[in-house]
C-alpha cells in the first residue's frame, strides 16, 4: 500500500488553471476585495489615486491597500514578508492579480500614506465588528447585503465607545510600529540571495549527505 500522492510538478493540464479556481466562495481576500473596491481614494488622501498622465505607471494604491489589509488580517510583519506573500500565496496572488511589488515600494506606499492607512484600518475593523466578520464565522462575500446584529452586548454608551476607539487605534498604531521596526531590523537590502546555480549545488550536497549516510557500514 503506497501513501496518498500529490500531481508530478512536470505534469502538464490541457487547459491552465485559473488563479479563481483556488479561492472559495468564503475566502477572506474576496471580503478585503469588495471592501476595497467601494472607497473613494483620492477622497480618503491616498496619495497616486488619480494615475499620471506621462512618466513611469505607478502601483494602483488600491491594490497596495488590499495588501496591507491582507497582512493587517493576518498579521504580517514586515515589508519583506508582504512582498513574499506576492511570490507565494496563492490567496494575495488572486487579490493583486498576481502582481509583485518590490518591498521599498511597500514601505514607501505606508510611509507616504500613513493617515489615510490608519483610517482605512480603523473603518475596516469596525465593518468586520459591525458584520461579525473574522472573529467568528467568516461570511461569503456575494454582493448582498448583510443584516448587522445590534444585541445588547453591542450596544454602546458615550464613554465606551470612546475607550473602544482608543483601543482600536492603538492596536492599529502598534501594528503599524511593528512593519516599522521589522524594516529597520532588516538584513542588509544588498546581502546577494543565493544565485539558482548556487541553490542547484547545494540541494546536489545535500543529496549527496543523504547517500552516504545510507551507504554507510552502519546501515
Excluded at 30 to 46: P, T, W
Excluded at 51 to 56: A, I, S, W
Excluded at 77 to 102: A, H, Q, Y
Amino acid at each position: 500500500m503506497d501513501y496518498i500522492r500529490g500531481v508530478s510538478r512536470q505534469q502538464v493540464t490541457l487547459f491552465p488553471e485559473a488563479v479563481e479556481d483556488y479561492i472559495t466562495a468564503d475566502n477572506a481576500v474576496r471580503f478585503i476585495d469588495a471592501f476595497v473596491s467601494q472607497l473613494d481614494l483620492n477622497e480618503l488622501g491616498f496619495q497616486r489615486a488619480e494615475p499620471n498622465e506621462t512618466g513611469r505607471p505607478a502601483y494602483d494604491p488600491g491594490d497596495l491597500l488590499r495588501l496591507y489589509l491582507y497582512g493587517y488580517l493576518n498579521r504580517v510583519r514586515s515589508s519583506r514578508l508582504l512582498e513574499r506573500e506576492t511570490k507565494v500565496n496563492i490567496e494575495v496572488m488572486w487579490l493583486l492579480g498576481k502582481l509583485s511589488p518590490d518591498f521599498k515600494t511597500i514601505a514607501d506606499f505606508r510611509r507616504d500614506n500613513l493617515k489615510a492607512l490608519k483610517q482605512v484600518c480603523r473603518e475596516f475593523t469596525l465593518l468586520c465588528r459591525k458584520l461579525g466578520l473574522f472573529g467568528g464565522q467568516l461570511v461569503a462575500v456575494d454582493g448582498s447585503k448583510f443584516k448587522a446584529v445590534n444585541g445588547r452586548r453591542r450596544n454602546f454608551n458615550a464613554q465606551r465607545l470612546k475607550k473602544a476607539m482608543h483601543l482600536l487605534d492603538e492596536k492599529i498604531n502598534g501594528y503599524l510600529r511593528s512593519l516599522d521596526a521589522a524594516d529597520a531590523n532588516e538584513p542588509d537590502p544588498d546581502t546577494p540571495s543565493p544565485s539558482a546555480a548556487d541553490l542547484r549545488a547545494k540541494i546536489a550536497t545535500l543529496r549527496g549527505r543523504k547517500a552516504n549516510i545510507n551507504h554507510s557500514p552502519m546501515n
